[in-house]
Nanobody, 124 residues
Framework: VQLQASGGGLVQPGGSLRLSCAASGPGLDFKFGIGWFRQAPGKEREGVSCIHRTDGSTAYADSVKGRFVITRDNSKNTVTLQMNNLKPEDTAVYYC?????????????????WGQGTLVTVSS
């Protein structure tokens, strides 16, 4: 299975961006969690949000709760992260990944299939 993240770009503070994660190929059968992670310059990669592919349950990091919304479209094998009211501290490379489940804020150790990153820059 391959994961393809897209949708990053430059946006002003307070603006919005929508990231997409498209899955292709076999291998997702037992990967029920799709997570978004981000890594800012000089910082460790952190979990942002995840969604359970079958029951649709979600989890968010406190730093993005109320601003980001994660959704799924199983017919297209895509997961979308709608990011609103973006702040400069949201600047990072964003990655999507597949793991066994989505319970709580995604932990990098629980996700073993990774897509390439997409850069989000929030700046005026």
């Amino acid at each position: 299975v391959q994961l393809q993240a897209s949708g990053g770009g430059l946006v002003q503070p307070g603006g919005s961006l929508r990231l997409s994660c498209a899955a292709s190929g076999p291998g997702l059968d037992f990967k029920f969690g799709i997570g978004w992670f981000r890594q800012a310059p000089g910082k460790e990669r952190e979990g942002v949000s995840c969604i359970h592919r079958t029951d649709g349950s979600t989890a968010y990091a406190d730093s993005v709760k109320g601003r980001f919304v994660i959704t799924r479209d199983n017919s297209k094998n895509t997961v979308t992260l709608q990011m609103n009211n973006l702040k400069p501290e949201d600047t990072a490379v964003y990655y999507c990944a597949a793991g066994i489940y989505c319970i709580g804020v995604p932990d990098i150790k629980e996700y073993d299939i990774w897509g390439q990153g997409t850069l989000v820059t929030v700046s005026s």
